[in-house]
């Protein structure tokens, strides 16, 4: 039996992003395209793979068993790119990315220690700020990484990849009365001192946007804060309750406790790449994606 390793590595991608449009946008494909190699695979093994599940998919139990090899192979050809573009001599030079700082202090670290493991002479050099100052560097800087809806006047020459979705959660101290219940709605932030973070902010744009379809109302804003090291140290402080990423909790947290919304509020994070990256970039960009879609995942 032959499989064409591209439907192998479509089908991989549609795991990974849960839809056949954002597998298609992935893989830099029509979903026509995408949609024909997955029917192809799935008639050249006889074997229904995944099943449509509202906007996504659904894997069968036949298509669990068979991503798992599928994913072997897509390793395994990476791992080919990886052989040939040190023949081509892309081994050593540096990188500049601009990550948004919920990214950057928690998501990028331990990918970039995984990085640095296969390419320990490839130097990258990574400026945080909020999502506005991202992608206001694009024109200078290799990549980015944001967790924010995009802008519509995002440059066209910048191509975008989605990672996945960053779940939000309120973050106060742990005997505050909110900490009581296994969830919570916006609704009841209402009742206390919030904490905001500054202009640019991506949490801060879907926290407004959310705020303002489920309450009515414009946010009261009386505390702000720049940074998210800084809003959970006023957390910390006494002074309100705030709503960051489910990431940005410290490990070993003694004083902070987190609650998820109900309905579940999230934002999405995606990867940029500027038409003028360089090659070496678009080696990090290719072991980032399927790095943070796993812990998005």
């Known amino acids: ?55 996504g998919v659904q894997l069968t139990g036949a298509g669990e068993s068979f991503y798992k090899h599928a994913l072997k192979v897509q390793q395994s050809m990476q791992a080919l790119d990886t052989f040939a573009d040190e023949l081509r001599g892309l081994q050593t030079g540096r990188i500049y990315l601009s ?4 990214i950057a202090g928690s998501l990028l670290p331990s ?14 050099f990574v400026d945080s700020g909020n999502s506005q100052e991202v992608f206001d560097r694009m024109q200078h800087h290799d990549l980015g990484l944001i967790e924010s809806p995009l802008p519509t006047s995002m440059p066209e020459c910048c191509e975008i990849q989605p990672l996945g979705e960053d779940k939000m959660v309120a973050v106060m101290p742990k005997l505050h009365p909110l ?20 202009k640019g902010s991506g949490t801060r744009d879907v926290l407004e946007q959310a705020w303002i379809k489920s ?23 006494g002074l309100g ?10 490990t ?5 406790s987190t609650r998820p919304f109900e309905p579940a509020l999230s934002r999405p994070m995606s990867l940029l790449l500027p038409s003028n990256s360089s090659p070496l970039a678009k080696k990090l960009v290719d072991f980032l994606v399927p790095y943070l879609r796993s812990q998005l995942m």
């Not at 220690?113 to 320990?120: D, G, S, V």
């Open 99 to 102: 990550a948004s700082q919920t």
């Open 179 to 198: 900490s009581k219940h296994a969830s919570i709605t916006l609704h009841q932030l209402q009742d206390y001192p919030m904490i905001w973070r500054e």
């Open 111 to 124: 990918a970039l220690i995984a990085f640095r493991q296969l390419y320990p002479n490839i130097e990258v």
């Open 215 to 237: 309450l009515g109302n414009q946010p009261n804003i009386q505390l702000c804060m720049g940074g998210v090291a800084a809003v959970l140290e006023s957390v910390r402080k």
């Open 252 to 256: 070993g947290e003694s004083v902070l």
């Open 1 to 55: 039996m032959n499989i064409h390793p591209e439907h192998l590595l479509s089908f991989v991608a549609l795991v990974q992003t849960g839809s056949v449009s954002a597998a298609a946008q992935a893989r830099s494909l029509t979903q026509p395209a995408i949609s024909n190699q997955l029917k192809l695979l799935q008639d050249r093994l006889g074997l229904q793979l995944y099943q449509r599940h509202g906007r």
């Open 241 to 250: 309750i705030s709503v960051v990423s489910q990431f940005c909790l410290p």
